[in-house]
């Protein structure tokens, strides 16, 4: 499976941002999708992930400002971000699980700043 991630950019307070992923290759049903994100000498932590059946979980920083989402006849997935703040500035990075294996994307920085 490969992803490809776009979106990501420089943003002030309180903007949006939106980022995409797509996945290709052999995809089967009942994988899951989701972002996660990083600092500089920080761990890797979830965001949010969207199961392919449309359940979704979201890390408490993002419940209620963030949404994601996800085509599954596309094998695409979107997260919507809002209201963001500095502490969002990370690299995102899209992953795919299906199978017991995990792929991911490349990263894509967001920069939340005035």
């Known amino acids: 499976v490969q992803l490809q991630a776009f979106g990501g950019g420089l943003v002030q307070p309180g903007g949006s941002l939106r980022l995409s992923c797509a996945a290709s290759g052999s995809i089967f049903s009942g994988n899951v999708m989701g972002w996660y994100r990083q600092t500089p000498g920080n761990q890797r932590e979830l965001v949010a992930y969207v199961i392919s059946n449309g359940a979704t979980n979201y890390a408490p920083s993002a419940q209620g400002r963030f949404t994601i989402s996800r085509d599954n006849a596309k094998n695409t997935m979107l997260l919507q971000m809002n209201n963001l703040t500095p502490e969002d500035t990370a690299d995102y990075y899209c992953?795919?699980?299906?199978?017991?294996?995990?792929?991911w994307g490349q990263g894509t920085q967001v920069t939340v700043s005035s």
């Open positions: 992953y795919f699980q299906q199978r017991g294996k995990v792929y």
